[in-house]
């Protein structure tokens, strides 16, 4: 079946997501299945799940049991849970399980949801028609990644996902995990867009960490991995008071992405021979270079010019003293193409939102 989120570049066909693939604007206007998480219903998706919202729980949960949380960042707070499950403490187990049973209920029926497209929540959806359903609706296979799906949380995500749908008699799709994802859309880049033999820099630009690697291809795989540390995002902000603010940050956000590249570049070529291609996944819907101007922290960069692509490129070239081209891929689509051996399938990160990608993309 064709994908309806998908639309085809008139400049060389390659094939790009559009924003409306988005599940964060979803609403559950109507339960799939109710008695399991009642209060969910009438909300959107990005009110039902997302990493903020487990770490709000976590930090209530840990205090009704009297855990401290205190100097423990967000980030940490789900490793908590994770090692909770695995446990002997019976208190800690508790605790743990009842975040997992929460969290996993409410993702299994919000993929029944999509499994089933009742009418009342397809007329919740107002930019998605009868294909956008269907597409959703025979789809084999979910890939679910971020933090949030990996360990012993992840499975217990997966166990919730089965039960909702076997509570419902729905048949439920192929749930895959992935452990050990924090690196899926620099292989995923690397791997299809690499030229065998090639060397070159990857990078991974998210609202939190800039991730960082040189990637070496050989005979057709990846033949050597050198990571590097990861740095903080900065300047990735969604909400200004005025136009002129947000200006500013996208100045300051371009000039830390362009100080980032150089060092990585740098750093990198102290080790191997890179070429001068710089394969980046950005957190936005980003076409033939040019940006998305309205959603995510990364859209204010549009304000630069109307090829950001490009613009990195000269700028890179200038710095580096070498001609350098850039190429800019959606961040969760450069994570499914990693995943190039399913068919059917979707694949969604777990993060500060939810991400939505295909492995059959064609880049």
Known sequence: MKNPFLSVSDIDQTEYL?????????????????????????????????????????????????????????????????EGLRSENARKRQMAEQIARRFGRRLGLLLL????????????????????????????????????????????????????????????????????????????LAQRLMKDGEAGLVLDLGHTRFKRAAVRMADGEIGGFMPMTSLPSLYTGEHYTDEQERYTDAVNLHRHIVRTIVSSFKEASQNTQLSGTVLISVANYVRNGVLNTER???????????????????????ELHREISVRLVHDSTASAVYFDDEDNAVCITLGTAFGVGFPDTKL
């Open 18 to 82: 559009t924003p409306r693939v988005s599940l964060n604007r979803a609403v559950i206007a109507k339960l799939p299945l109710r008695g399991v998480e009642d209060e969910i219903e009438g909300k959107p998706f990005k009110d039902i799940f997302s990493t903020p919202l487990i770490v709000r729980d976590i930090r209530a949960t840990l205090k009704r049991y009297g855990l401290s949380t205190e100097g423990i960042p967000d980030s940490e707070l789900p490793k908590l849970v994770d």
């Open 113 to 188: 949801m999509l499994r089933t497209g009742e009418r009342e929540n397809r007329l919740a959806r107002d930019d998605w028609d009868d294909a956008c359903w269907e597409f959703w609706k025979q789809l084999d296979a979910v890939i679910l990644t971020g933090g949030l799906a990996s360990g012993m949380l992840g499975r217990r995500f997966k166990e919730y996902i089965h039960s909702i749908f076997d509570s419902a008699g729905v048949r439920c799709y192929r749930i895959r995990l992935c452990d050990n994802a924090s690196y899926l859309g620099v292989m995923g």
């Open 296 to 318: 995510g922290g990364f859209s204010k960069l549009s304000l630069l010019g109307g090829n950001y692509a490009s613009l990195l490129s000269e700028e890179l070239s200038s």
